[in-house]
Structures are given as C-alpha cells and as structure tokens.
C-alpha cells in the first residue's frame, strides 16, 4: 500500500486522463499518486471494496494509517477531495459539499455517462519521467 494518497481513474477515459494531467501540473507537493482503475492495483482496491463493484467513477483513495483503515472517496466526494488536496485557491470548491451528494453525484454522473464525447480525438496519458514514478500499475 503507498504512503500518500491515490487517484483511481478509468484509463480508457480521454476526460480522466487530461484530469490526471491537469492534477499532475497543479500538484506543488507531489504526493499524489495514479492509478488505472483496470490495473492491478485498481482490481485490487476493488476487491477489497466490495460495495464498489459496479461503480463507474474516479476514486480517491487515502491510505490506511495507524489509527484509521484505507478510506475510498467516489464521485464528486472524490473531485472534491483532489480540490481540496491541491489547496490555495483550490479549497474553495470545499464549498461544494453544501450541496446535498446526492445532486453533487447526479451531475457527476451525467457528465460521466458523457465523458468520452466530452474529450474529442485521441487522448493518451505519457507522462514524463519524473511523472511516471507517480503511476501504480
């Protein structure tokens, strides 16, 4: 299990992977790590998540520590923990767990259901060198 927290995204996703690049740029600490849902790592979060079998959503994952088990964030949960991990002017988006999950998930929802018409053409995450060392497989 990493140490630092984990972005589980769909890599088939043109929309998920310019969200990882857009997490990647703004990312000042470097801490956050990736991973595809589809790879083992992600097969092995859900495993051991079996009420997420079935989800179609990016997943924040904090790791376990010595007082609390592993913690699975998803859907607008999970956009809002990144805002809120990139901090400054990015933890203002907090303000969005005002509203009720249940309209924060159903948006979340409408603009997954349409995410690979969102991103138009071919979207293929490479990252860098030093990026790469972020990547779980």
């Known amino acids: 299990m990493p140490e630092h927290p984990v972005l589980l995204y769909d890599g088939t996703c043109g929309l998920c992977a310019e969200s990882v690049q857009f997490l990647l740029r703004h990312d000042s600490r470097g801490y956050l790590r990736f991973a ?13 998540h079996g009420e997420l079998r079935g989800v179609d959503s990016m997943l924040w994952v904090d790791p376990a520590d010595g007082a609390m088990t592993e913690r699975i964030h998803v859907r ?3 956009a809002l923990r990144a805002c809120e ?3 400054g002017w ?17 948006l979340y929802r409408t603009i997954a259901r349409h995410r690979h018409r969102l991103v138009t053409g ?10 790469r060392a972020r990547f779980i497989d």
């Open 90 to 106: 990015w933890r203002l988006f907090r303000i969005g767990r005002a509203v009720p999950r249940v309209m924060r998930d159903g």
């Open 122 to 131: 071919e979207r293929c995450l490479v990252p860098t060198p030093e990026q």
């Open 85 to 87: 991990y990139l901090g």
């Open 76 to 78: 607008s949960d999970a």
């Open 36 to 48: 595809a849902l589809q790879g083992a790592f992600g097969q092995a979060v859900l495993a051991r």
